[in-house]
């Protein structure tokens, strides 16, 4: 083979390893490993007025800058993990109030908590928890980052009330290998706030968990919201197992 030949030759095979290589996906291409894909899924909707928005924001801002937290991260395999927070309302409401930021220390954590509380409100409407899980998937596939773990951590005071079934969002989630965990807000006065007078935390257990370690966090006058955000978040992050409850199949949706 002539000199002249062989350089065509590399310059084909190089060719047809660009085209291949940009057929793959970004996310396959430009990949940053990560411990955890984090989406912090709020609860925006009409049920929550701005004084109770602020207590979520500012509680899983000082939670995401505890030390207990950082120190979490630290002992991940990455010793970084990613976070969104999402915001969500109706079906047609959720907003992205502050998109993917690696966290690794004191610094990104406060970056990221800075940002969280300054930011304003865009959500409306009631209660689509299942377009908020369908959402937050979407945030996660189309990302940079390849994490060894993906959880989608819904935080709210009501129960699935428009949008797609619930068991289909949820049921389409965890088969792409996410775990959703929840945090139940007890509304003041111990009102009910599931379906039929049932225990909210009870109706997230039965109908929202699930995947790998999925469990529910109760935040109310005993656990501060900023408290129940912190030791879910150590749970979250240490990936340590624990029992896992999975919806029914005659769940309320």
Known sequence: MSRATAVLAGVSVAASVALSLGALPMRALAAEEVDLELVLAADGSGSIDNDELRLQREGWASALTSAEVLNGIRDGLTGRIVVAYVEWGGPDSQVTVVDW??????????????????RPRGAYGYNSISNAIDYAVNRVET?????????????????????RPLAAARGDALAKGFTINALAIRRPGGRPGGPGGMALETYYAEALIGGPGAFVEIADSQSPFALAAKRKLVQEIAGRPRETRHAQSDAPQ
Do not use: C, H, M, W
């Open 101 to 118: 930021q690696v966290i690794k220390d004191a610094i990104s954590a406060a970056d990221f908590a800075e940002k969280l509380r300054t």
């Open 143 to 163: 990302n940079a980052y390849q994490g060894i773990r993906k959880i989608i951590d819904v935080s709210g005071d009501g129960p699935n009330i428009g949008g």
